[in-house]
């Protein structure tokens, strides 16, 4: 165990995507159930990648953060796997939600909007209090448990998940919603050259792809 408190600011700064990336969706899909072919293509892909976004931090934590916390705190232990069965949950409303995705995809009526804009609400209302949970319990317990180096593992694993070709909208995506000292924290973790060239790589496509996610036709 650590002697020191670790820094672990990033994971409720990481959370704040997933807390209004799925109410974004619902509500574009209910602006415009049954929207161009384009327009079908580009959202159903933006949803895909916002559900996979929390799958991947899922399985980051799955992966190195619970067993960890289980391991070496086991006064813990039922407290931690009742927070991390939440998961399972979670999945189940996230596999229901690219169900409805893939079935509006394939044909977007009203109905098939309507069922995705619900599910995307549902994956908020299991994931919202879970959330919560991590971050007043499991997320205290990890900065007294975990060493520096162990906590920034997961933040990467999470992130080696995202195609190369969405890592300027993802970024975008955690970023936005942030205050100016909590984006400097998330922009700190970027290499020199990317930091660098930040409204090149990072800002400018964010920009066009927010644009088009909000104001497409």
Not at 50 to 64: F, V, Y
Not at 94 to 120: F, G, I, K, Y
Not at 165 to 194: N, Q, R
Request: aromatic fraction near 6%; glycine fraction near 4%; include cysteine.
């Amino acid at each position: 165990m650590t002697e020191s408190l670790i820094d672990v600011r990033d994971m409720a700064i990481v959370h704040k995507t997933f807390r209004q990336a799925y109410t974004e969706s619902a509500q574009l899909v209910r602006a415009n159930p049954i929207p161009s072919a384009g327009r079908v293509q580009f959202l159903a892909d933006h949803i895909d990648f916002g559900l996979g976004m929390l799958h991947h931090h899922h399985e980051a934590e799955d992966e190195l953060l619970y067993p960890l916390l289980l391991e070496r705190v086991p006064d813990e232990a039922e407290s931690t796997e009742s927070i991390d069965g939440e998961h399972a949950v979670i999945n189940t409303s996230v596999n229901d939600a690219e169900a409805a995705c893939a079935a509006w995809r394939a044909d977007p009526t009203a109905e098939s909007a309507s069922a995705l804009a619900d599910a995307l609400d549902h994956v908020n209302e299991v994931m919202t209090p879970h959330l919560d949970h991590e971050e007043q319990v499991i997320v205290p317990l990890a900065a007294r448990t975990l060493t520096q180096a162990e906590w920034d593992e997961i933040g990467e694993r999470a992130r080696a998940g995202i195609p190369k070709t969405h890592l300027a909208a993802a970024f975008g995506m955690v970023t936005e919603p942030l205050t100016p000292e909590e984006a400097t924290l998330m922009k700190s973790g970027l290499p020199a050259p990317v930091r660098l060239l930040y409204p090149i790589l990072i800002d400018r496509p964010w920009k066009r792809y927010a644009d088009k996610l909000r104001h497409g036709t």
